[in-house]
């Protein structure tokens, strides 16, 4: 192998340093598992996680914190259920690794908020009746979240008419920004009266 | 998915000859499309480079009074960008018709490019295919084409390129610039990065091995309506049956690129002349010797009206 030799599993103190990131195993090419170190913060707290290069962060969580609100639907990035809000955007998790994302800031569903202190999109989630069988949920709630904080940021979609004025969280532009969640119950429309009753509060 | 070793470089060269020094080796930026063939095995690297290291993250202005998008910018980034929104309308709108909002967050300029066919034989392998295994046959050509290429294809493969944001990229004329392993820079113009199956479906770019892009240019600034219209079997969130990238004055005249069509961005500069008399005449010299499969050939007629749509709106 001409490839220069890479440290085997690079420490945390390396990783958190400008150093670059690297994972090796003595057998790369056959199908022995090669691990690395990350480490994380999700919802607040810094976890340190010693994965298969392999693992999603969609895996991260839910095999590795135990935290199983994002679900896992297609595992391909096409449904949404897996979606995190990470360094401030949401994202699809599945289609993420997790050693890429050393030193990032992840929130789950179970971060933006809990039964006794819910987040104002699972409260009106809850009070417009915005699923059926819950799985895709946690999903549309993160995107949901990240969708009115694209808006006011000023972020276009395929539906604004004009790229250059103030956007606006209207039923079309939040119907083409949460293309991206699946639901197979079909609660859309009451997810678009949740996010609505939300944006407009914030307004 | 394989096991694979992976390393994080903080230069551009230093990523490069990472990659050319290990023939099973892959660049990774987002992962968006990497990691999804991954998961199915139609990829296979046993090592990855991951280029989110390396800076390349901004757009800036060039001395030409272009743009130089870095390869790392999201498509969140690069259709929210100011300048990009005011001067190439095309190219934002483009970018906001593909994908879904959290896709464009992770995707890059460069693995948009580079993103590879969506033809359903290239993705399922249990059947024969030719761009995944060379030499194996071509499911498509007897198979259910409707989404493939009408233009373009081979007896080797009719797959189309499926992105969105490079139709756009066409219209406008970018240059794509990279470094190989050595360090060495060059730029290949849009219209000769994308390449034709012929009897090696397989490549499908002209980039060499380990050879990383850096950025794409834009020149300066083309006046006129920008459009870019895409028809697909839902309202959001489907690749393009058929799209067009189009600049467009009021008369008519201007620039168009047409997707999901062809191996590539397709555009034939030679037919623009003909825009002022109307959307036929110009898809009647952009598809001549087209060959369109049964399924298909309805993507012609679709192209023709989509361009008509394009300059109704041009000339409102
Ligand atoms: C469900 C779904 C729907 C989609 N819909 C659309 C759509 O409607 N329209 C559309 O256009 N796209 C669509 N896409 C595709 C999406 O746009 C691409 O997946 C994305 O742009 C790829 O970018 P990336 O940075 O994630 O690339 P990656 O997956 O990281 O990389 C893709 C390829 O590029 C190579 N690469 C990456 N960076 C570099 C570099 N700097 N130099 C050299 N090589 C490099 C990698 O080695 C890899 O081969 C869709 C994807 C999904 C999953
Ligand atoms: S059209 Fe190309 S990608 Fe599709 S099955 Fe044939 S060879 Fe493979």
């Known amino acids: 192998m001409s490839r220069r030799e890479l440290v085997a599993g690079a420490t945390a103190a390396a990783a958190f340093s400008a150093v670059p990131l690297q994972a090796q195993a003595g057998n790369a090419g056959t199908d022995k598992p090669v691990t690395a170190k990350v480490s994380l913060t999700v919802n607040g707290q810094r976890r340190e996680l010693e994965l298969d290069t392999r693992t999603s962060l969609l895996d991260a969580a839910r095999e590795h914190l135990q935290l199983t609100g994002s679900k896992k639907g297609c595992d391909h990035g096409q449904c949404g259920a897996c979606t995190m809000i990470v360094d401030g955007r949401r994202i699809n998790s599945c289609l ?107 307004a | 998915m394989k096991s694979f070793t992976y390393e994080r470089p903080t230069s551009p060269a230093e990523a490069a000859a990472a990659v050319a020094r290990n023939p099973d080796a892959k660049f990774i930026a987002g992962g968006t499309n990497l990691l999804d063939l991954m998961k199915l095995q139609i990829e296979t690297p046993s090592h990855l480079v991951d280029v989110n290291g390396l800076g390349l993250d901004t757009v800036e202005a060039t001395q030409d009074g272009g743009l130089r998008i870095g390869a790392l910018v999201r498509n969140t980034d690069l259709a929210a960008d100011a300048r990009v929104r005011k001067d190439y309308g095309v190219l934002s709108r483009a970018l906001l018709a593909g994908a879904s909002g959290q896709l464009r967050n992770k995707a890059t300029t460069a693995g948009n490019l580079l993103q590879r066919t969506r033809c359903p034989y290239f993705y399922d392998t249990a059947q024969a295919c030719n761009k995944r295994q060379p030499g194996s046959g071509c499911s498509a050509i007897d198979g259910v084409s409707r989404s493939l290429a009408v233009i373009g294809s081979s007896e080797a493969c009719i797959a189309t390129y499926p992105g969105d944001m490079a139709v756009a990229m066409r219209v406008l004329d970018a240059t794509v610039e990279t470094v190989d392993g050595k360090g060495k820079g060059r730029t290949i113009a849009i219209a000769d990065f994308h390449r034709l199956p012929g009897d090696r479906p397989e490549v499908d770019t002209t980039l060499k091995p380990g050879e990383l892009i850096t950025a794409v240019t834009l020149p300066k600034p083309v006046a006129g309506t920008h459009i870019y219209r895409k028809v697909r079997d839902r309202a959001s969130y489907a690749y393009a049956l058929v799209s067009v990238a189009a600049i467009l004055n009021k008369d008519g005249s201007g620039h168009v690129a047409f997707g999901g069509v062809a191996p590539r961005p397709w555009r034939l500069e030679a037919a623009e002349a003909d825009l002022p008399r109307g959307a036929k005449a110009v898809t009647d010299k952009v598809f001549a010797g087209a060959k369109p499969t049964q399924d298909n050939a309805f993507k012609l007629k679709l192209a023709e009206r989509t361009l008509s749509a394009a300059l109704t709106q041009a000339r409102a």
């Open chain 1, 96 to 202: 993420t690794l997790a050693v890429m994302h050393q030193g990032s800031e992840i929130t789950t569903i179970e971060g933006l908020g809990q039964p006794d202190n819910l987040h104002p999109m699972q409260a009106a989630f809850i009070k417009h009746d915005g699923y059926q069988c819950g799985y895709c949920t946690p999903g549309q709630i993160c995107s949901g979240v990240a969708v009115l904080g694209e808006i006011k940021a000023g972020i276009p979609s395929h539906v604004t008419a004009d790229l250059n004025a103030p956007m606006e969280a209207t039923v079309d532009e939040i119907r083409e920004r949460m293309s991206g969640n699946i639901c197979r119950c079909g609660a859309y429309s009451n997810i678009v009266e949740a996010m609505t009753e939300v944006a407009g509060r914030q």
